[in-house]
């Protein structure tokens, strides 16, 4: 019996401290999504310059084709969980809104 009062005096606890929890706002949420798909698009692109696509990168156009290309994919990435380098970064901000 003295483990359910524990129990749910805990589960009252957590509550507690979730709602004093600072709340961050959608543009900042955004904001770090946006942080990890450039950090992507960068990554994504170094990879890309070392891989032959044949055809598809030769002439002057393959730098600006590679471009568009990693920063497609990389927000791709992102959308579907990425690294996890936008909760990292939402979790940072949400420290230092205390």
Known sequence: MADVAMTASLQQALTE?????PQ???????????????FLSQ???E??????????TGGKDAHMWRSFMSEALS?????QGGLG?????????????K
């Open 43 to 45: 990554f994504v692109d």
């Open 47 to 56: 990879m890309m310059k070392t891989v032959d696509m044949g055809a598809a």
């Open 75 to 79: 927000e791709s990435l992102v959308e």
């Open 17 to 21: 401290m979730q709602a004093k929890k």
């Open 24 to 38: 961050l706002s959608e543009k900042e949420l955004q904001s770090a999504k946006e942080f990890e798909a450039v």
């Open 85 to 97: 380098l936008a909760a990292n970064i939402q979790q940072m901000m949400t420290a230092y809104k």
